[in-house]
């Protein structure tokens, strides 16, 4: 079993940056493509960033195309998402997953293991 546990979270003002680490204990996380989802309040949870296992491909949804990056340290078992302009439309619960696809996916569904979520608040 995997236990994933983001930090990093908290209330930014628009336009600043913040950084989220996700840490995995119980397995190797570099035997998994990892991605970031997020979830505001009243909408569903929706994809963000993932990176493949060998962290050679990754994938980003349009809305934070050129201001969100993913990477990961499979030495320290750790995935690591860096926002910076941001706005208060980004404001939600942050979750970094794990999948066993190694190219890494969008769909949440293919995801085996979730983080519990840490809050990001992006004031105006």
């Known amino acids: 079993q995997m236990r994933l546990v983001e930090s990093g979270g908290g209330l930014v003002q628009a336009g600043g940056s913040l950084r989220l680490s996700c840490v995995g204990s119980?397995?190797?996380?570099?035997?998994?493509?990892l991605g970031w989802f997020r979830q505001a309040p009243g909408k569903e949870r929706e994809f963000v960033v993932v990176?493949?296992?060998?962290?050679?491909?990754?994938l980003h949804a349009d809305s934070v195309k050129g201001r969100f990056t993913i990477s990961r340290d499979n030495a320290k078992n750790t995935v690591f998402l860096q926002m910076n302009s941001l706005k208060p439309d980004d404001t939600a619960v942050y979750y970094c997953?794990?999948?066993?696809?190694?190219?890494?996916?969008?769909?949440?569904?293919?995801?085996?293991?979730w983080g519990q979520g840490t809050q990001v608040t992006v004031s105006s």
């Open positions: 119980g397995r190797t996380l570099s035997s998994y493509g």
């Open positions: 997953a794990a999948t066993g696809n190694p190219a890494g996916t969008l769909y949440a569904y293919e995801y085996d293991y």
């Open positions: 990176i493949s296992k060998d962290g050679s491909k990754t």
